[in-house]
């Protein structure tokens, strides 16, 4: 299973491991100066050396042994964590969603969704029509039914709809009809408009804060919105330096160092900061990208693109939620929130993009 | 460069992957444009709010300056009194904390209502719910700190009145501004925001902005819950500049002792004629300010306060300045320098005839002391005798007296440095065709009652004593002023009163007639001759009743008429007079009964003083009786009738 072969050394694609491993490190610079004397920082350069151990652990591997064989086991031990967390889980603002194990926090629903990316590939794999069946479209959607089930019973309303996004990223990948896609899209829309009047106060008056921000009221639900765009206009083009943030360091942006840790860059290094952190991602995701271009199966491009849509979902809801053009919903910047298991989740990714690469010339 | 197995199927899973391609490229090209907005473009705004966020301007209120007698006795000060305060900005739930001040701190919801939806009152500005808090509320709030930030104790000045009721009416009172106010464009101007604390009355109004000093800023960098982590700036307050009024603390305290021991009402006022320096003002009944001081907010004690608002005896009124009262015969000096300048009578021919009265068409109007047979001017004085005023006031005629009087300076406020002077009723042709339609035309029988200082004669006891003051003087009339010097401090130099007294031009044979008439009242067995005044001080004045009511209809003591007495001293002498003294006591009867010994004992006082030992032997015991009474107003009474707040 595991070949280590030194000439295919030097076939690693070492920007896709560079980057992240960047990105990470960035993302402790941020958060130590918003959340100073808490050890995150130590903890959070833990699971990144256990996450690039991991990525390489699995860049040895052949991938196809683990999307074929090992995927259907490592999905049930998720549910398995996911049932665990729901008994025995401990409760972080609001959200059961962790279980404490040896003094770390591990969510597992980050790897639910590592998870739920190697199923849909490995069953897209199999087939060879030219477009989506409506038993593909359905097995796909059971496939990621019960982790959503479970992720929504934890309250986690932005993990909830990271599993529709991944859902959705397989059926365009998978070759659904534009048809569908379009219905599907109608579909959308006609689903949140209903759903709308039956949100929660908090989650309403958080899409208001987008909509209206003027009126919203500055102690209220919308506080956060407003405190992160005070905090990244105020950084400027060249930021305030780090550990000179003033809006993160003083308490007045809540959870600066996980959802609002963007907030803290922006705040602390500037526009500069921001496009050079973009720039990183640009880099992981491109390099990804052309490791699925040029994977020498399907499996591993849909796979890989699987991470790919899932990087960039969470980038888009995270960071717009930071400049406030989407409502906060808990989701996390991929690498550079404080955050273990979602580290060791990308990580796996990335090793999985790097085994891909590794293996794409058909011998 | 792709391999040929994504094209085989029938759809082109390679296009699908640009396609994500490209939609990640516009999301990120999408964000990028978002932050460079906010940083860039916008960036000047945001920076402003940050610093907004983490600044707060806490004000340091500045001491309001004392108020002190002549001699350097402080009559009003600052005492340090723990007090409640919540802080608008920093409530997260209105509702949970009025619940919580309402029920657990007895505070008034709709006052407190009031304050925090009033749009003028700036966010950060503490908001006073609770004065002299007890043990119990000082436990609570330091119980529910962490539940409830907005709501602190805190130290702060609060007004005292050290000698209780003694002259509040010179003094006033504090209280907050009210929404008329600040109406007010004068007010807008000088600053006052809703919830000031403000002199409302006398002293404490009317220069108010000299004792309020101004407040200091503390700029202090505070975390997300309000709390200040450290001082960025800090602008000393500074103090508000203590004012020297011309009250003399003794004098004062004898003008009141004397009304208040004969159960008297009424008001008093002590001037010096030489520059207008009012030594007491006194006017019963009389109210605490420190009860407005303790009470500038608070459900119970609007009690306290609404009390003497409401007391029908009109305890807040200043009689000395409000009043208005039929002279009675103390006009009579006023017809006695008319008439000698007009030459109506003269030094050497002024006989007159009393006749017992006069007979004035179908009427007889009685001359209350008898017949006097005929006198001359100076034993009109010293006798009072009505019919020869009678006589005299109808060869003037009301145009006369009229003009004259005026020029003394009655009808007209005397321009007080306090609120709310009237200025009074003089005899004049077009007032009574104005109050009384249905007899307009002025008689003769007007004249001869305004003669001796009834019927349309109403005037205050300032203006009468400042008319008379300037006749004595020569012709000298200054204005009446409590105002002698405002004290230095940082903010302002040092003020005096700027002084310019009206002149007009009297013969001195006049004033030396008039002067030694009144000098004859006293000392030639006049009508004050029995009162007792000390002759060493060579006072003169003039007794004066004012009739209540016709005295047929007499029936009980508020039918009694006003007594009054004015008198200045020394008088006939080389030296012009320094001091003068009018009183009225309500109801007191005659003038030489019950008013003429009260001014007797404050001019004794002030000769004390002077000489620096007791003229009268009465005023030994008086002033031991006097202080002691002292001791039981101000703080030590104070706390006797509260709890002692540790």
């Known amino acids: 299973m595991v070949d280590l072969n030194t000439r295919k050394l030097k076939d690693v694609d070492w920007l896709l491991l560079f980057a992240p491993i960047a990105l990470t490190a960035f993302g402790c610079l941020a958060i130590s100066s918003s959340a100073p004397d808490s050890g995150f920082v130590k903890k959070q350069v833990i699971s990144l050396g256990i996450g690039v151990a991991i990525a390489v652990g699995i860049m040895f591997t052949d991938y196809r042994k683990i999307v074929l064989n090992v995927a259907p086991f490592f999905y049930a031990a998720v549910l398995m964590l996911l049932v665990l967390v729901l008994i025995a889980g401990t409760q972080i603002n609001g959200n059961k969603a962790w279980l404490r194990v040896a003094g770390f926090s591990l969510q597992p629903s980050e790897f639910a969704k590592a998870a739920t990316i190697l199923m849909l590939a490995r069953h897209l794999a199999h087939v060879r029509q030219a477009s989506l069946s409506i038993r593909d479209i359905l097995i796909m959607a059971a496939i990621v039914l019960p982790p959503i089930i479970l992720v929504y019973a934890e309250h986690d309303t932005g993990t909830t709809l990271t599993f529709g996004a991944i859902l959705a990223t397989f059926y365009f990948l998978g070759g659904m009809r534009k048809l569908l896609l379009a219905a599907g899209a109608v579909a959308l829309v006609v689903g949140l408009v209903v759903v709308f009047p039956h949100l929660k106060r908090y989650q309403i008056e958080r899409i208001n804060v987008i909509i209206h921000p003027e009126e919203a009221d500055p102690r209220g639900f919308g506080y956060q919105t407003i405190q992160s765009v005070i905090a990244v206009g105020s950084g400027g083009v060249l930021g305030k330096g780090i550990g000179h943030g003033t809006q993160g360091k003083l308490g007045f942006l809540p959870f600066a160092w996980t959802d609002f840790i963007g907030a803290v860059v922006a705040e602390e290094t500037g526009l500069v900061g921001i496009l050079f952190m973009m720039v990183l991602y640009l880099l992981l995701i491109w390099r990804m990208i052309a490791v699925a271009k040029s994977s020498r199966d399907r499996a591993g491009s849909m796979m890989v693109m699987g991470f790919v849509g899932l990087i960039t979902f969470h980038i888009l809801c995270n960071l717009g939620m930071v400049v406030a053009i989407m409502p906060i919903m808990g989701i996390p910047l991929p690498l550079m929130s404080y955050g273990g298991t979602a580290v060791m989740a990308v990580f796996i990714g990335v090793g999985l993009a790097l085994s891909v690469r590794m293996r794409r010339f058909v011998n | ?646």
């Open chain 2, 1 to 646: 460069m792709s391999s040929t197995n994504l094209r085989d199927e029938g759809f082109n899973l390679e296009l699908r992957v640009y396609v994500i391609q490209y939609l990640v490229l516009v999301v990120f090209i999408a964000l990028g444009i978002r932050f460079y907005i906010l940083q860039v473009a916008r960036h000047e705004d945001y920076q402003a709010r940050a610093e907004n966020n983490r600044i707060r301007e806490i004000p340091i209120p500045a001491p309001r300056g004392q108020i002190l007698d002549q001699n350097g006795n402080v009559l009003v000060d600052n005492t340090p009194a723990f007090n409640i305060v919540v802080t608008p900005e920093d409530i997260t739930n209105k509702e949970d904390t009025l619940n919580a001040l309402v029920q657990n701190l007895d505070v008034d919801r709709g006052e407190l209502m009031v304050q925090l939806n009033d749009p003028l009152r700036p966010k950060s500005q503490p908001i006073l719910v609770k004065q002299n808090a007890s043990k119990a509320d000082r436990a609570w709030v330091a119980a529910h700190e962490l539940e409830h930030p907005e709501i602190r104790g805190e130290t702060q000045p609060q007004r005292i009145y050290k000698y209780g009721k003694l002259a509040a009416h010179v003094l006033g009172y504090i209280g907050q501004v009210n929404p008329k106010q600040l109406e007010n464009p004068e007010f807008k101007e000088a600053g006052y925001k809703a919830g000031d604390i403000i002199g409302q009355g006398g002293i404490e109004a009317v220069y108010d902005k000299l004792l309020r000093g101004k407040d200091g800023v503390r700029r202090v960098i505070v975390d997300s819950r309000g709390r200040p982590i450290s001082d960025l700036e800090i602008i000393e307050p500074i103090k508000g500049q203590d004012i020297v009024t011309t009250l003399d603390l003794d004098v004062q305290r004898v003008a009141e002792e004397q009304f208040y021991s004969k159960n008297d009402t009424g008001a008093a006022v002590a001037m010096d004629p030489r520059n207008g320096e009012i030594l007491a003002m006194v006017s019963v009944p009389s109210f605490d300010p420190n009860v407005f001081a303790r009470n500038v907010v608070s459900s119970e004690s609007r009690k306290e306060v609404n009390a003497i608002v409401n007391d029908p005896s009109h305890p807040m009124l200043n009689k000395a300045i409000q009043g208005m009262y039929p002279t009675g015969s103390t006009w009579k000096i006023l017809m006695a320098t008319a008439g000698l300048e007009e030459g109506i009578i003269t030094p050497k021919n002024s006989r007159i005839v009393c006749g017992g009265g006069i007979q004035v068409g179908n009427r007889f109007v009685h001359d209350s002391a008898g017949n006097h047979g005929a006198l001359d001017i100076h034993g009109a004085i010293v006798h009072s005798c009505d019919g020869y005023f009678f006589r005299l006031g109808l060869k003037m005629g009301v145009d006369m007296i009229h003009d004259w009087v005026t020029r003394f300076g009655m009808g007209q406020r005397t321009g007080i440095d306090l609120p709310g002077e009237v200025r009074g009723i003089i005899p004049s042709r077009e007032w009574k065709k104005r109050v009384n339609p249905r007899d307009p035309v002025w008689k003769d029988f007007d004249t001869v009652l305004a003669s001796f200082g009834q019927g349309s004669v109403a005037v205050p006891p300032l203006q009468l004593i400042r008319a008379e003051a300037g006749i004595v003087m020569g012709g000298e009339f200054f204005v009446p002023h409590l105002f002698k010097e405002a004290k230095e401090t940082q903010l302002a130099p040092v003020k005096y009163y700027d002084n310019k007294p009206t002149e007009l031009t009297l013969s001195p044979v006049t004033i030396d007639i008039v002067t030694y008439g009144m000098w004859g009242v006293i000392n030639e067995g006049g009508t004050a001759g029995g009162v007792g005044f000390p002759r060493e001080i060579n006072a003169g004045g003039k007794t004066g009743t004012a009739q209540v009511i016709a005295k047929e209809k007499v029936r009980g003591k508020e039918h009694k008429d006003h007594s009054w007495f004015i008198s200045f001293a020394p008088m006939h002498t080389s030296e012009k007079p320094e001091i003068g003294v009018v009183a009225i006591t309500e109801h007191g009867g005659w003038g030489a009964q019950a008013s003429a010994p009260k001014v007797k004992f404050i001019e004794a006082e002030y000769f004390s003083k002077k000489f620096g030992r007791p003229i009268l032997p009465e005023l030994v015991a008086m002033n031991t009786q006097a202080k002691m009474e002292a001791s039981q107003t101000g703080p030590a009474a104070d706390r006797k009738r509260r709890p002692v707040v540790q």
